[in-house]
Nanobody, 127 residues
Framework: QVQLVESGGGLVQAGGSLRLSCAAS????????MGWFRQAPGKERESVAA????????YYADSVKGRFTISRDNAKNTVYLQMNSLKPEDTAVYYC????????????????????WGQGTQVTVSL
């Protein structure tokens, strides 16, 4: 069983930055691909970024390329999402997810392995 706890959300003005963290309670964290997803009101959940097991490979949605950076610290069982140049359209609940032994690309798309989810953290970007 994988337990994920997100933190770091909040309210920020457009153009600002936030860093989200996701702490995982699992013995073999380095064997899990990790991903960040988001869901805005009235919209479907979408993938934002993903990183492969042991940090090999990354995936980014086109909407966040060049602004967001995903990273992981396997010693701390934590994955991060650094979000810069935030826009109002980035407003959403952000969720962390983990899947055993898939690539970053697979993590960024549906249909690959079982996903474990965190409870989410709200990010609100104001004008």
């Amino acid at each position: 069983q994988v337990q994920l706890v997100e933190s770091g959300g909040g309210l920020v003005q457009a153009g600002g930055s936030l860093r989200l963290s996701c702490a995982a309670s699992v013995r073999t964290f380095s064997s899990y691909a990790m991903g960040w997803f988001r869901q805005a009101p009235g919209k479907e959940r979408e993938s934002v970024a993903a990183i492969g097991a042991s940090g090999v490979g990354t995936y980014y949605a086109d909407s966040v390329k060049g602004r967001f950076t995903i990273s992981r610290d396997n010693a701390k069982n934590t994955v991060y999402l650094q979000m810069n140049s935030l826009k109002p359209e980035d407003t959403a609940v952000y969720y962390c997810a983990a899947t055993w032994a898939v690539s970053a690309q697979q993590m960024g798309h549906e249909g690959f392995g079982q996903r474990y989810w965190g409870q989410g953290t709200q990010v609100t970007v104001s004008l």
